[in-house]
């Protein structure tokens, strides 16, 4: 009897990250699919095009003294194009998470030369919840979950057979988001465009306010590597 060979836990992902360790990696490969009909209007041709793998790499961190590692949006990890960096805290039972997603393409794949932008996420360690948008709690408040997403917009264009010719990455913006048990003195630091603030009570449980904001980062070609 032959012995199955089916991969247990998952591997690779998009590499290493200093303080934290992969615990699931979600590769979902696609393909567009170009169509002729007949004049009735049935398909009586097809061909796929545009062969691509998106990804979702879910990283738990396990460091509680330095935190993550540097990330760099829009950068080439592990053969991957990084478009979205997701962290996630809060005063739970588990530990905070890093949520990396990307894709590549099957032809002319992307090289480590797009726009990017570096995240500094060192003050993030394994366990606590981090209000990123810097607010202050005073007396009759307590911050119970918090979040952040760095992501870019990413164009590609395809060439005369329908695959993958080029692309680039846009537009970065950073969004974060705060729960709090109470109502905090202060619920964002200036800098931060807060786009919804609401304080929903209900029987048996204590008034919380939710705080979600947004502000552009700078993205950037990478320097020339020197010769």
């Known amino acids: 009897m032959t012995t199955p060979s089916v991969l247990f836990g998952p591997s690779g992902g998009f590499g290493a990250i200093t303080g934290c360790e992969l615990k699931s990696d979600t590769p979902n490969e696609q393909s567009d699919r170009a169509r002729a009909f007949d004049s009735k209007g049935n398909e009586v041709k097809a061909k796929l095009h545009n062969k691509r793998t998106e990804y979702t790499s879910i990283y738990e961190i396990v460091s509680d003294t330095n935190g993550v590692g540097a990330l760099i949006l829009g950068s080439l990890m592990n053969g991957r194009i990084v478009t979205s960096i997701a962290i996630g805290t809060s005063n739970g039972d ?132 020197t010769p």
């Open 94 to 225: 588990d530990a905070n998470t890093v949520t990396l997603t990307g894709h590549q393409h099957a032809d002319n794949a992307h090289y480590n030369t797009l726009q990017q932008a570096e995240i500094s996420c060192a003050g993030v360690t394994a366990f606590g919840v981090v209000d990123f948008l810097g607010g202050t709690a005073g007396d009759s408040a307590a911050p119970s979950a918090g979040e952040i997403t760095f992501a870019c917009q990413h164009n590609d264009k395809t060439g005369p057979a329908g695959d993958h010719f080029i692309g680039e990455n846009y537009d970065a913006m950073v969004v974060a988001k705060t729960t709090w048990e109470g109502v905090p003195e202060t619920d964002a630091a200036d800098g931060w465009d807060k786009t919804s603030t609401s304080n929903p009570v209900s029987t048996t449980e204590f008034q919380t306010t939710i705080v979600e904001g947004t502000k552009t980062m700078a993205i950037a070609a990478p320097d020339a590597p």
